[in-house]
């Protein structure tokens, strides 16, 4: 259980980090932003349509007496919202890493020069880092995707649907949130997607920890601008501790091998 709180630690050491770098701050907000605008237009969209679009999936029901027809559909379009809000929290994060790739690469950057050692690059032109980030953000949430729609099933389950779906919901969402936030600096040293994933599952606990709060605090409207200069720098120190040399007696595995295509692993202390 220890690893939960040293997740929620990295969190908060990503937060001092850009308190004290205040043009670093500013200058990772920006992505975040324009994201913030595209989305809360779709999630105002959402709100206003959803009970239309129960309504139009729930034609059985237009006979049924009251209270039934009310319940049902009021409960399916709150349902919706909440799933709807639930692939926001997730796809936010990737849709604002991919929009802000060159500005949170050189925050990930200044975090590790300013911590010392070794400041991997992956080498690669910025058109094949947006590539690998758009086709691992599409392989997370094809990930995501299955699982909610897993979650929304179950959220049919009288009591269980209503108190253990919403919390399992809130864990997958932290962990894939982490593995989004930790990519920027496990790119850079080489990791594709597939290791990085067992990376995560190694330290489960400690991807929850980080990531859990995280969507936490995104669920409340402009937070999550603000957190995610913050989210990148504490990813990165999380990064730098799960592939130092002594992470080898940590559960987690090291990464494997790069597949075609992917940013190519170089030759490091850790992966040996």
Do not use: N
Request: contains cysteine; negative net charge.
């Amino acid at each position: 259980m220890s690893d939960l709180g040293a997740g929620f630690g990295y969190l908060m050491k990503g937060q001092r980090w850009v308190a004290q770098h205040g043009r670093w701050f500013g200058f990772g907000l920006l992505p975040g932003l324009v994201t913030l605008v595209v989305y809360a237009g779709a999630l105002i969209g959402l709100g206003y349509g959803a009970d239309d679009l129960v309504g139009w999936a729930t034609p059985f029901a237009d006979d049924w007496s009251s209270p039934w027809q009310g319940l049902l559909r009021t409960g399916l379009t709150a349902l919706v919202f909440v799933f709807g809000l639930f692939l926001a929290v997730i796809t936010f994060t990737a849709v604002t890493l991919l929009v802000g790739q060159p500005f949170y690469e050189s925050l990930s950057e200044e975090v590790d020069r300013s911590e010392g050692g070794e400041v991997p690059e992956s080498g690669l032109p910025l058109w094949q880092e947006l590539w690998i980030s758009a086709r691992d953000s599409v392989r997370v949430l094809l990930r995501v995707a299955l699982y909610g729609i897993i979650l929304f099933a179950c959220g049919f389950i009288p009591v269980v649907g209503q108190t253990v779906v919403p919390a399992i919901g809130f864990c997958v969402s932290g962990f894939f949130l982490a593995e989004e936030l930790t990519a920027v600096a496990l790119q850079r040293r080489g990791m594709v997607l597939k290791d990085r994933l067992v990376l995560l599952r190694g330290r489960r606990l400690l991807a929850l920890g980080f990531g859990v709060p995280l969507v936490l605090a995104f669920l409340i409207p402009f937070v999550a601008v603000f957190l995610m200069p913050g989210a990148v720098a504490g990813a990165t120190l999380l990064a730098r501790d799960l592939v130092a040399p002594d992470a080898a007696a940590d559960p987690g595995p090291g990464p494997g091998t790069a597949d075609s295509g992917d940013v190519p692993p170089a030759p490091r202390a850790w992966s040996t």
